[in-house]
C-alpha cells in the first residue's frame, strides 16, 4: 500500500510530461516534426494526414526506402526544401523544409554508412545547424559500438561548433502508424 502511494505521488510530476502543451507562437518558433515511418509500413496516408493537419516547418523521415518517398512525393509542393536518401534497410532518411536549407548532405557515419543529415537551416535571425541521426539499435556488440560512436561524433560536433545545433535522435519520438 505504501508503494503505490510512493508511485501515485511519482506519477504526478511524471504524467504532465506526456500531455499535449500548446507553445506560445513567435517569430521565432520553429515546429519540428520527426516520422519513424518504418520502412515496411505501408500507411503513408496517415503520415501525410498528420504532416498536413500539424503543418510543421521542417520534417525529418527515417526509414524511407523508394516506395516510401514515391508515395509522398507530394510533400514537396509544401515543402520546396529537401533531400533524400532512400534506402532499403530502415536506414533511409528524408528531410522537408519550407525554410530555405543551405549545404544539405547526407553524410555517412561509422563502417555501417548509417546516413545522417546535415543541414543549415536559414532561419530569421540565426542560422542552425541542423542533424538528423537515426542510430544503429545495440542489438549486438558491434552495433552497441557503432552507436556509441555516433553519439561521440555528435557530442564532438556540438561541442566544436560555435552556433545552433539542432540534432534530432531517433530515439526522442516514437509514433506507430500501423
Known amino acids: 500500500m505504501l508503494s503505490a502511494f510512493f508511485i501515485g505521488l511519482n506519477l504526478i510530476d511524471f504524467i ?70 532512400e534506402r532499403f534497410d530502415n536506414f533511409g532518411v528524408a528531410l522537408y523544409s519550407k525554410i530555405p536549407l543551405k549545404d544539405a548532405v547526407i553524410e555517412y557515419w561509422t563502417d555501417y554508412e548509417v546516413p545522417v543529415v546535415k543541414a543549415t537551416i536559414l532561419a530569421k535571425e540565426k542560422n542552425i545547424l541542423f542533424y538528423g541521426i537515426h542510430t544503429l539499435p545495440p542489438i549486438s556488440p558491434e552495433y552497441y559500438y557503432a552507436r556509441n560512436k555516433m553519439f561521440q561524433l555528435i557530442n564532438e560536433i556540438i561541442l566544436d561548433k560555435n552556433s545552433n545545433i539542432i540534432r534530432i535522435f531517433y530515439f526522442i519520438v516514437k509514433r506507430s502508424y500501423n
Open 16 to 85: 504532465p510530461s506526456f500531455t499535449a502543451r500548446e507553445v506560445p507562437k513567435t517569430q521565432n518558433n520553429i515546429k519540428l516534426a520527426l516520422f519513424n515511418v518504418q520502412t515496411h509500413n505501408k500507411n503513408y496516408d496517415k503520415v501525410l494526414l498528420e504532416i498536413e493537419q500539424n503543418s510543421p516547418d521542417i520534417i525529418l523521415l527515417q526509414e524511407v526506402d523508394d516506395l516510401w518517398l514515391f508515395e509522398i512525393r507530394s510533400l514537396k509542393e509544401k515543402y520546396p526544401y529537401s533531400i533524400e536518401h
